[in-house]
C-alpha cells in the first residue's frame, strides 16, 4: 500500500525557514507528479509546488515562487519543500500528494497526513 509521511513543520517567526520532507513507501513509478498543497482553517486547499519526477520539472504558485523550492532525493523516496522568507499567510496544514495532475486535488491518489507550518509576526 501506498504511504506518503509528512515532516519538518513546527512554529518560527517571520523571516524564518522550515524544510518539509514527504517519504513515500510502496510506490514504485519513478515518474510521476509529487505536489504540495496547503490549506489554513476556513480556507480553499491550494497547491504550494509540484514537481516532475521523471524530468524535474517544477512549478511553483505565484505566492511562493522565489522563497520556496521543491526537490527530491531518489535514494531515500523523498521530496522536500525548502521554505524561506516566511510570512504569517504562509500559515497552514501542509500535505503531500502523489499520482496526480498538476495542482488538481482531486486527481491525486496518494496523501500524507499533514504537518502543521505556523508563522508568527
Known amino acids: 500500500q501506498v504511504k506518503l509521511v509528512e515532516s519538518g513543520g513546527g512554529s518560527v517567526q517571520a523571516g524564518g525557514s522550515l524544510k518539509l520532507s514527504c517519504a513515500a513507501s510502496?510506490?514504485?513509478?519513478?515518474?510521476?507528479?509529487m505536489a504540495w498543497f496547503r490549506q489554513a482553517p476556513g480556507q480553499e486547499r491550494e497547491g504550494v509546488a509540484h514537481?516532475?519526477?521523471?524530468?524535474?520539472?517544477?512549478y511553483y504558485a505565484p505566492s511562493v515562487k522565489g522563497r520556496f523550492t521543491i526537490s527530491q532525493d531518489n535514494a531515500v523516496n523523498t521530496v522536500y519543500l525548502h521554505m524561506n522568507s516566511l510570512k504569517p499567510e504562509d500559515t497552514a496544514m501542509y500535505y503531500c500528494?502523489?499520482?496526480?495532475?498538476?495542482?488538481?486535488?482531486?486527481?491525486?491518489?496518494?496523501w500524507g497526513q499533514g504537518t502543521q507550518v505556523t508563522v508568527s509576526s
Open positions: 510502496g510506490y514504485t513509478n519513478s515518474s510521476v507528479y
Open positions: 514537481i516532475y519526477t521523471g524530468g524535474l520539472d517544477t
Open positions: 500528494a502523489a499520482g496526480g495532475w498538476r495542482f488538481v486535488p482531486n486527481t491525486y491518489h496518494y
